[in-house]
């Protein structure tokens, strides 16, 4: 049996694992990254992930940083105002639309939006250029064995791998982090989401909008014009036999559905992709830690796709990881530095998780006097200007 030797091996090659692995390469370290499923990096390829990714301000920076921008921002679409749409009214309208605008708080947008599909394809092209961080598609983990001093991760393809420091970012059924002996709490919602892309004839003018009746939000978020047309791609959570209707109907009987649960604001809306279902819960691991094992992404925390706090919570997970790791280079993956990972990011993660909770619950919402409560609540959080911009800061990452 092979034994591979590295500073750091990344179980997952996700966006989450692919960036991680690109982090900590750029850093000098060396990175063996695996996943058992290779990418698919093609739009219209079976099993393509349509979802997309927003990058907040400082997940552009770590981006940035890990040399991985100057790929990525000419296909990026920039996100200038975040528009909230209540319409839970009797009649599904726009009854309050209120705009939170990047210009408020600072000289950049929001973020950027990119497709997770493109992700992949840049990522892997980007590890394929670096001498130091190798990603073997195809091959997963097996297996968990760690001293203090080192951690010996078993592979799918027979191999094992030595390590400092293991970096689980398998996902939501992670097996390094069930390996390591650290369990999670799962909340479900009996929601689940379709993601797919649209065009449409008026423009998005770089808009991305929450519209929010019941069931959950049905949101829009920019893309670049695809052929030809403003695009936007969509997430729209409902509960779980609703999206499975939904995903079932014939294409001209789901258009007339997402047009009324779009209030037509961008004028009528033409389906441009697959239509893909995703299963939405909340989940948090008791902590982030274990022996030479560092949870990020989803093996540490899954939330609802609101605010766009996922993916961006999974990078600041890698910024402190990484921080720590320079500080104490001979350190990497001891105890002393995990211990720190843990207090500095679980906290904040637990505070996060039930934000997102308790939004998505509001948005969740069926009686009517509930939804014209959510309404009041807009209303009166956008007339107090100090906290719509404290609200717009944590968004961005900032503690509050």
């Not at 993660?349 to 619950?361: E, F, K, T």
Request: net charge negative.
């Amino acid at each position: 049996m092979q034994n591979y030797d590295v500073d750091i091996l990344v179980s997952g090659g996700g966006v989450a694992g692919l960036t991680a692995a690109a982090l900590f390469g750029q850093a000098g370290f060396s990175v063996l990254c695996v996943d058992p499923t290779p990418p698919v990096t093609e739009r219209d390829a079976q099993g393509s992930d349509l979802r997309t990714t927003a990058f907040l301000q400082p997940s552009q920076a770590l981006l940035e940083r890990a040399g991985l921008w100057q790929r990525l921002s000419a296909e990026a679409a920039p996100l200038q105002v975040m528009r909230i749409v209540d319409a839970g009214g009797t009649e599904p309208e726009p009854r309050i639309v209120k705009d939170f605008n990047a210009a408020d708080i600072s000289d950049k947008p929001f973020g950027w939006n990119l497709p997770n599909w493109l992700l992949r394809r840049e990522l892997t092209d980007h590890l394929d250029g670096m001498e130091n961080v190798e990603f073997r598609a195809g091959t997963g983990t097996t297996t968990l064995f760690t001293r203090t001093s080192m951690a010996r991760v078993g592979l799918s393809d027979g191999s094992s791998v030595t390590c400092k420091l293991v970096v689980a970012a398998d996902g939501r059924h992670s097996p390094m982090r069930e390996a390591a002996g650290i369990s999670a709490k799962t909340t479900r919602y009996g929601q689940k989401a379709l993601a797919f892309a649209v065009t449409h004839p008026i423009p998005h003018d770089n808009v991305s909008t929450e519209i929010h009746r019941s069931g959950g939000p049905f949101t829009l978020v920019p893309l670049p014009d695809h052929n030809g047309m403003p695009s936007s791609a969509i997430v729209w959570m409902e509960q779980g036999p609703e999206v499975q209707r939904l995903a079932a109907l014939p294409e001209d009987e789901f258009e007339a559905a997402m047009n009324e649960r779009s209030c037509l604001l961008f004028g009528p809306l033409t389906l441009a992709s697959r239509r893909t279902v995703w299963p939405i819960i909340n989940q948090v691991a008791e902590r982030m830690d274990g022996e030479r094992v560092a949870l990020l992404a989803e093996a540490a925390h899954v939330v609802p796709p609101i605010g766009a706090q996922g993916l961006n919570m999974s990078l600041g997970d890698m910024r402190v990881l990484l921080e720590l790791a320079e500080a104490r280079p001979e350190g990497l993956g001891d105890a002393q530095m995990l211990k720190e990972f843990n207090r500095l990011r679980h906290r904040e993660v637990q505070v996060r998780s039930v934000g997102i909770d308790l939004l998505n619950r509001a948005s969740m919402m069926e009686a009517q006097p509930l939804r014209d409560l959510r309404a009041a609540g807009l209303n009166a959080i956008y007339s107090m200007p100090q906290v719509r911009k404290l609200m717009m800061q944590m968004g961005l990452g900032a503690k509050g």
